[in-house]
């Protein structure tokens, strides 16, 4: 366990559907990262947020998809009308801005499946 | 942040030493190694970073060329719970809002 919450663990939607993820970090960890991971490939980067602030969200970020983290603690993933495409791991990953020593803590993910 | 180049799978044997090979010939002076694992159905974990010097912690060791054009994770005695795809990334230090890049990384398969 490393401290990051993730949840639900499983998701199962139909196509079209809204679903909406939630992460609770590290309690002192002021950055907070979304990633996506298919079957077979390596975590996608998805946004970046420091504090309550979101400052990165890459390509892959369709205007389906939004992340909030309001008060700079916990943090949703919402995506809208969702596609079997959507379907993957998403993990949320936090850290502490200190040193070259940062290290990243992930969670466990939030599989979903679109049907 | 730099490319780094991964066999796909390795295999070891349970009690021996596992040592992972990562590339990295683009690096750049301000960037460090990191090593991260997953295991199956769990995200990814931390195991150890570097800059140019050999680190060693209670997971594994990292030894880094003098050219830090690639570098070698070592797990001295491999588990059937060391099973799992390793990831090597190379990032600047404490960036920390510039992402970690993963690749595919190499999954490892400990035999019994």
């Known amino acids: 366990d490393t401290g990051v919450s993730q949840d639900p663990r499983h998701k199962i939607t139909k196509r079209g559907q809204n679903v909406t993820f939630r992460c609770d970090p590290i309690s002192e960890h002021n950055r907070l990262y979304w990633y996506r991971q298919t079957l077979g490939q390596g975590p996608e980067f998805l946004t970046y947020f420091q504090n309550e602030a979101q400052l990165e969200k890459s390509r892959l970020l369709s205007d389906r998809f939004s992340a909030e983290r309001p008060k700079g603690s916990f943090s949703t993933l919402e995506i809208q009308r969702t596609e079997q495409g959507d379907s993957a791991m998403y993990l949320c990953?936090?850290?502490?801005?200190?040193?070259?020593?940062?290290?990243?803590?992930f969670g466990q993910g939030t599989r979903l499946t679109v049907v | 942040d730099a490319k780094t180049t991964q066999p796909p799978s390795m295999d070891c044997a349970e009690g021996r030493a596992a040592n992972l090979p990562c590339n990295h010939s683009?690096?750049?002076?301000?960037?460090?190694v990191y090593w991260y694992r997953q295991i199956h159905s769990q995200g990814p974990q931390y195991i150890i970073h570097?800059?140019?010097n050999n680190e060693t912690n209670e997971m594994a060791s990292l030894i880094i060329t003098e050219d830090r054009k690639s570098s070698t994770l070592i797990l001295p005695h491999a588990t059937l719970r060391d099973t799992a795809v390793y990831y090597c990334i190379v990032r600047v230090g404490d960036t920390g809002r510039r992402a970690l890049t993963f690749g595919s990384g190499t999954r490892l398969q400990v035999q019994p």
């Open positions: 990953v936090s850290s502490l801005a200190r040193d070259s020593r940062t290290e990243a803590f």
């Open positions: 683009t690096i750049s002076g301000n960037e460090y």
């Open positions: 570097g800059l140019k």
